[in-house]
């Protein structure tokens, strides 16, 4: 998938790398982040791990402080929301789009696939679920026939903290029902029925986020009032 093409460059590959480090929890929130270490374990100059840094912080996954380095940024709520509300515009649309140009054997992929992360997540294998749900989500998604879309979603992705709920078993379980009720969605053919199916996927994964914050785990910002 063009989502998953290898990244060119040494920085680029820094930058995915310490992506999956925090995500996977081996990096954790808070950690300071240092560069001679880093530069050590990814056989490199500074230079390219501190272009990362500048990345990485214009995602608001890690950030610098003068006299003191770079960490791991705590999790900003206010950011979550505004990334969960663009991911339910662009990944609803992107589903509808989807749904009409699959085929019948896309569907039987897809199906594969969910059964590769139940099976992942009873094996507990947290980062395999991880890689397993993007696969997933961007199987259908760099099928929407809008290669900029999928591009789009895929940069809302690098800042949602997929860290947070790592291992949680109950977010797994219910993840795992929402994943085969989006695919039935999708073999029906039905577009509404596939964006219901994403959004309350989205929604249900955000409120867990939140509650697991310490935030209002029943409110959905994308459905308040308009004012």
Same mark, same amino acid.
């Given at each position: 998938?063009? @989502?998953? &093409?290898?990244?060119?460059?040494?920085?680029? &590959?820094?930058?995915?790398?310490?992506? &999956?480090?925090?995500?996977?929890?081996?990096?954790?929130?808070?950690?300071?982040?240092?560069?001679?270490?880093?530069?050590?374990?990814?056989?490199?100059?500074?230079?390219?791990?501190?272009?990362?840094?500048?990345?990485?912080?214009?995602?608001?996954?890690?950030?610098? !402080?003068?006299?003191?380095?770079?960490?791991?940024?705590?999790?900003?709520?206010?950011?979550?929301?505004?990334? *969960?509300?663009?991911? /339910?515009?662009?990944?609803? *649309?992107?589903?509808?789009?989807?749904?009409?140009?699959? @085929?019948?054997?896309?569907?039987?992929?897809?199906?594969?696939?969910?059964?590769?992360?139940?099976?992942?997540?009873?094996?507990?294998?947290?980062?395999?679920?991880?890689?397993? +749900?993007?696969?997933?989500?961007?199987?259908? *998604?760099?099928?929407?026939?809008? %290669?900029?879309?999928?591009?789009?979603?895929? @940069?809302?992705?690098?800042?949602?903290?997929?860290?947070?709920?790592?291992?949680?078993? !109950? /977010?797994?379980?219910?993840?795992?029902?929402?994943?085969?009720?989006?695919?039935?969605?999708?073999? @029906?053919?039905? %577009?509404?029925?596939?964006?219901?199916?994403?959004? +309350?996927?989205?929604?249900?994964?955000?409120?867990?986020?939140?509650?697991?914050?310490?935030?209002?785990?029943?409110?959905? %910002?994308?459905?308040?009032?308009?004012?």
């Amino acid at each position: 998938m063009r @989502s998953q &093409q290898p990244l060119g460059t040494k920085r680029d &590959q820094i930058v995915d790398d310490l992506r &999956q480090l925090i995500f996977s929890g081996e990096i954790r929130r808070g950690e300071r982040l240092r560069q001679d270490a880093l530069a050590e374990r990814f056989q490199t100059s500074i230079t390219p791990v501190r272009e990362a840094f500048r990345i990485l912080e214009s995602d608001g996954l890690v950030i610098s !402080e003068p006299h003191r380095g770079v960490r791991v940024a705590a999790v900003d709520l206010a950011r979550v929301e505004t990334i *969960y509300v663009l991911r /339910r515009l662009a990944e609803t *649309y992107a589903m509808r789009r989807a749904t009409v140009r699959v @085929s019948a054997l896309d569907m039987r992929t897809a199906e594969a696939l969910v059964a590769d992360m139940e099976r992942a997540g009873s094996a507990h294998d947290s980062e395999q679920v991880r890689r397993l +749900n993007r696969t997933f989500h961007f199987f259908f *998604y760099d099928r929407c026939g809008m %290669p900029g879309l999928a591009d789009h979603i895929a @940069s809302l992705w690098t800042s949602f903290p997929w860290d947070v709920l790592l291992g949680s078993p !109950e /977010r797994l379980r219910a993840s795992g029902e929402e994943h085969r009720e989006i695919v039935r969605a999708v073999r @029906s053919g039905d %577009p509404d029925a596939a964006a219901a199916a994403i959004e +309350n996927h989205l929604r249900e994964g955000f409120l867990a986020v939140t509650a697991h914050l310490g935030g209002d785990e029943t409110t959905d %910002p994308f459905d308040d009032d308009l004012v």
